[in-house]
């Protein structure tokens, strides 16, 4: 079977330029710079960068702008620049305790050094449009009040001191990539945190819901959670010590989870633990949960089938960019396949039809 | 890795003053570029940002971040070196040439006109920010109830 390889060219050439028009929309309205998508999307553009898993503001702005908002389609864009560029090496883990932060709450104490910081946060509005925005009006200017900008203890240390929460374990200096050897099962927690710091927001949203709902309930408290700016430290060999290379936004959940004990360990506290670049709590939380969800059996845990314990259910199908590529794929050129199908379908029914005449005739 | 010295703690400070610093403003403060050779001319990349499960356990990958490196050597052989976030080669290359000019008599003045605004700067924007946090901070209180 012939089918045809050429010809589309010239459409390919019109429905891009065309894309670029619908891009642009109506010319009589103002076009977007990429600082306004960068300053006035910025969780937009917090989204793409931890998704694309690379820190670039103006980067992500542009890809946004460039996808027509379609966030899958920019962080598809990061992606595929990420790979363009050489990589230095690695830094140094970013130590969230020094965390200049801007959002600081916790669910489990009310009264705890530093206090419960609101920040920026959506929480407590009433969640009706506000037509004021449709108007230009003046810059709002956030209250202020004298501050000390010393870094705030995390709370759970308070638990960690009285030796009711589950010790942490130290792992490789160098943690397993998953950009560089392919994900394989069984993935150990700092490979699962990878893919889900990485994995789109609405799956992991959803993975953690179903652990709410009772699919692998894990009875999680945001013991805290903090967003604010911690510095990125990298060793340079040229120089023979560590400095600082920048600055980064992060969204921090520790979650604390009800643990009855097993054979080996007490009664204690359980953590689940999300990570992800830029202001996110949603995905932050999300990951937590998601994360405690998955260490089932190192706690001994029992497996009740539900998806989010299910590592390689989760993981496999978390990135968004995989997932898009291998479902839109479906949409291309299948000619041949499908030729071969519908060749099959009709040699079913002349069979089909035959053994019908040959009955009737009986 | 030794415990640093005086020196290399100061540099260190300067070198990460000079990577977060804003680029346009860094051009600003220091619009001509002393002549260079390059060792390694600017260059575009990433590095692997990584986080701690738990805040304080084992080591992950969170992602990465764009950054811009260089190495250059001044005329009289002093060598600077540069990592910044982001990927401005000119910023790069500004930081670079301070970190070299630092190590020589032009260190005070470099130090006045330039290091002391950067670090004015960024401490009004951190003060700021927790000024702004601080303002919504939670002051709980009890509501007290009737007599009895």
Known sequence: MYVATKGGERAIEAAHQWLAEARRGDPAVPELSIAQ??????????RVMAEGSL?????????????????????????????TLPRFGGALPVETDEMAV????????????????????????????????????????????????????????????????????????????????????????????????????????????????GYGRTHAFVGE???????????IPELGFAVEIGEIELTECETVNQFTGSKTEPAQFTRGY???????????????????????????????????????????????????????HIKLPHYVDFQSELELIRKLRRDAGAETCKEAAE | ???????????????????????????????????HAWLRAPEIGTVMVRGRTGARGAPFNLGEMTVTRCSLRLEDGRVGHAYVQGRDRNHATRAALIDALMQGTEAARI??????????????????????????????????????
């Not at chain 1, 960068?38 to 553009?45: K, S």
């Not at chain 2, 977060?20 to 220091?30: D, F, S, T, Y």
């Open chain 2, 111 to 148: 130090e006045a006109d330039l290091l002391l605004p950067l670090r004015a700067e960024e401490d009004e924007r951190r003060t700021a920010r927790a000024e702004k946090a601080a303002a919504t901070r939670v002051e709980f209180f009890t509501m007290v109830r009737g007599e009895d």
């Open chain 1, 37 to 46: 998508i960068r300053e006035q999307m910025t969780l937009a553009v917090n």
């Open chain 2, 1 to 35: 890795m030794s415990i640093p010295s005086e020196d290399q703690l100061l540099r260190r400070s300067r070198m990460g003053l000079l990577a977060r610093a804003n680029p346009q403003r860094l051009a600003a403060l220091m619009p001509d570029l002393p002549a």
């Open chain 1, 102 to 213: 801007t959002r600081r709450i916790s669910a489990t104490f009310k009264d705890v050094p530093g206090g419960q910081v609101l920040g920026p946060t959506f929480d407590y509005t009433h969640r009706l449009l506000d037509f004021a925005l449709m108007a230009d009006g003046d810059a709002p200017q956030a209250a202020r009040k004298p501050a000390e900008t010393q870094p705030v203890p995390h709370i759970l240390q308070l638990l960690d001191r009285d030796g009711l929460m589950e010790p942490l374990t130290q792992g490789e200096a160098t943690p397993p990539d998953l950009t560089r050897e392919p994900l394989e099962m069984p993935a150990d927690r700092p490979l699962r945190l990878q893919a889900l710091a990485r994995g789109d927001e609405g799956f992991v949203l959803s993975m953690a819901y179903s652990t709410q709902r």
């Open chain 1, 274 to 328: 999300g990570l992800v670049m830029g202001q996110s709590e949603r995905k932050a939380i999300s990951m937590s949960l998601v994360d405690r969800a998955l260490r089932w059996d190192e706690l001994g845990e029992e497996n009740t089938g539900a998806p989010a314990q299910d590592a390689e259910f989760v993981l496999y199908h978390c990135d968004n960019i995989q997932a898009t590529g291998f479902l839109e």
């Open chain 1, 55 to 83: 820190y670039d503001p103006d980067l992500a702005a542009l890809a946004i702008k460039q996808a027509r908002g379609d966030l899958i389609e920019a962080i598809f864009l990061i992606r595929a620049y990420r790979t």
């Open chain 1, 225 to 235: 959670l903090r967003i604010g700016t911690c510095a990125v430290e990298m060793e």
